[in-house]
């Protein structure tokens, strides 16, 4: 099964950066969208942003002006630079992947921890 591989994340004090990684292998085939989603203890997982191969971007209204998404090219890594941290980031962030531009995503991550302290 496909996989991608996260890295990035870690303890930060509130106010400080992040930067979370993302890449899809080679098996995957041809990607389109990736994303990041999130998902803090006793809540449900929710998208944070969003990219597609045409760099068109989506976030979460909680994280507009903070984070933004980024892809080297119209492939993979997909980046998350995380600025102005609270300590309502504090969650397991997950890196999605789909092959069409919309509908379910195909791949996931296995999760890489933020966690930011007041």
């Known amino acids: 099964q496909v996989q991608l591989v996260e890295s990035g994340g870690g303890l930060v004090q509130a106010g400080g950066s992040l930067r979370l990684s993302c890449a899809a292998p080679?098996?995957?085939?041809?990607?389109?969208?990736m994303g990041w989603y999130r998902q803090a203890p006793g809540k449900q997982r929710e998208l944070v942003a969003a990219?597609?191969?045409?760099?068109?971007?989506n976030y979460a209204d909680s994280v507009k002006g903070r984070f933004t998404i980024s892809r080297d090219n119209a492939k993979n890594p997909v980046y998350l630079q995380m600025n102005n941290l609270k300590p309502d980031d504090t969650a397991v962030y997950y890196c999605?992947?789909?092959?069409?531009?919309?509908?379910?995503?195909?791949?996931w991550g296995q999760g890489t921890q933020v966690t930011v302290s007041s």
């Open positions: 080679g098996s995957a085939g041809p990607i389109n969208s």
């Open positions: 999605a992947a789909r092959k069409q531009r919309f509908g379910n995503w195909d791949y």
């Open positions: 990219i597609t191969t045409g760099g068109i971007t």
